[in-house]
């Protein structure tokens, strides 16, 4: 299973943007997929998740304004990331494990997902 992501820039504060998560070599919809972000001198921290059936989990900072998706017959997961702040300037990671406890439950914790995307880069400032 290999995880690509995609979609980062830079953007002004209020911007938006949409990261993608794109899964090859397996089938996507019975994979629990997360979004992680750190930023410089920062420890990874969990953005949002989506279970197998679509039950969803966001950390309190980016909720109301990120929204995370699936697009089965696509093998992606979305991140609509809206309004913007220079806090969350970081390099997002998607993450994803078929663990069948992921099916009903959207995990937070990093140590639950077994694979990894390569990273993208979101700069927002003016």
């Known amino acids: 299973v290999q995880l690509q992501a995609s979609g980062g820039g830079l953007v002004q504060p209020g911007g938006s943007l949409r990261l993608s998560c794109a899964a090859s070599?397996?089938?996507?919809?019975?994979?629990?997929v997360a979004w992680f972000r750190q930023a410089p001198g920062k420890e990874r921290e969990f953005v949002a998740a989506?279970?197998?059936?679509?039950?969803?989990y966001y950390a309190d900072s980016v909720k109301g304004r990120f929204t995370i998706s699936r697009d089965n017959a696509k093998n992606t997961v979305y991140l609509q990331m809206n309004n913007l702040k220079p806090e969350d300037t970081a390099v997002y990671y998607c993450?994803?494990?078929?663990?069948?406890?992921?099916?009903?439950?959207?995990?937070?914790?990093?140590?639950?997902?077994?694979?990894w995307g390569q990273g993208t880069q979101v700069t927002v400032s003016s």
């Open positions: 993450a994803a494990d078929s663990d069948p406890a992921l099916a009903l439950v959207a995990i937070t914790t990093a140590s639950r997902y077994y694979y």
């Open positions: 070599g397996t089938d996507f919809s019975t994979y629990g």
């Open positions: 989506i279970s197998w059936i679509n039950r969803i």
